[in-house]
T-cell receptor, first 110, second 114 residues
Framework: QKEVEQNSGPLSVPEGAIASLNCTYS??????FFWYRQYSGKSPELIMS????GDKEDGRFTAQLNKASQYVSLLIRDSQPSDSATYLC??????????FGAGTRLFVKA | EAGVAQSPRYKIIEKRQSVAFWCNPI?????LYWYQQILGQGPKLLIQ????????DSQLPKDRFSAERLKGVDSTLKIQPAKLEDSAVYLC????????????FGPGTRLTVL
């Protein structure tokens, strides 16, 4: 089992729809969770960080964490073509190191 | 605030040659990371420094890769000799204190090994 797993996609949604990106992790001692966005040919940039169970909202983005089920998700509301990118889930393992998932490619169709 | 700087941005070498990459983190950031990102995959941690000490280098191929962070500021990653499978983007990132912090990435160095 991989330490951090994501659906590779691609996930295709129409403009204005909600995009839902999921991530599961294997280590119950994981403490911090991050979503990074990576445009093609560019480096990752932070979208959201979440540390406790529940929802965290920032503009059109909502991160959801469920430690009991070991998953973290990212919802993008009112998706725009500019949201088309690869979304990387990153999990900090026991305060020691951060593991990145393989990423989910998102396409938002105009 | 200046971001993470990396050079060169692109490098093409032949197999068995050596190559070095340079990274200057955000000023004041104690933790520095080197990642390898192969096309279509997520970043894979090669080495992590806390100030000038190594925290984790478990995935660094030590027979060919080496890294140092002198004086706890900028860092150099070297590959010698390079193999075809080393073709990737090498990302440097820094964070203020530890791994629970947000990481800020540099633009990366795209390495092609022929």
């Amino acid at each position: 089992q991989k330490e951090v797993e994501q659906n590779s996609g691609p996930l295709s949604v129409p403009e204005g729809a909600i995009a839902s990106l999921n991530c599961t992790y294997s280590d119950r001692g994981s403490q911090s969770f991050f979503w990074y966005r990576q445009y093609s040919g560019k480096s990752p940039e932070l979208i959201m960080s979440i540390y406790s169970n529940g929802d965290k909202e920032d503009g059109r983005f909502t991160a959801q964490l469920n430690k009991a089920s070991q998953y973290v998700s990212l919802l993008i509301r009112d998706s725009q073509p500019s949201d088309s990118a690869t979304y990387l889930c990153a999990v900090n393992i026991r305060g020691f190191k951060t593991i990145f998932g393989a990423g989910t490619r998102l396409f938002v169709k105009a | 605030e200046a971001g993470v700087a990396q050079s060169p941005r692109y490098k093409i070498i032949e197999k068995r040659q050596s190559v070095a990459f340079w990274c200057n983190p955000i000023s004041g950031h104690a933790t520095l990371y080197w990642y390898q990102q192969i096309l279509g995959q997520g970043p894979k941690l090669l080495i992590q420094f806390q100030n000038n000490g190594v925290v984790d280098d478990s995935q660094l191929p030590k027979d060919r890769f080496s890294a140092e962070r002198l004086k706890g500021v900028d860092s150099t990653l070297k590959i010698q000799p390079a193999k075809l499978e080393d073709s990737a983007v090498y990302l440097c990132a820094s964070s203020p204190s530890g791994v629970t912090d947000t990481q800020y990435f540099g633009p990366g160095t795209r390495l092609t090994v022929l």
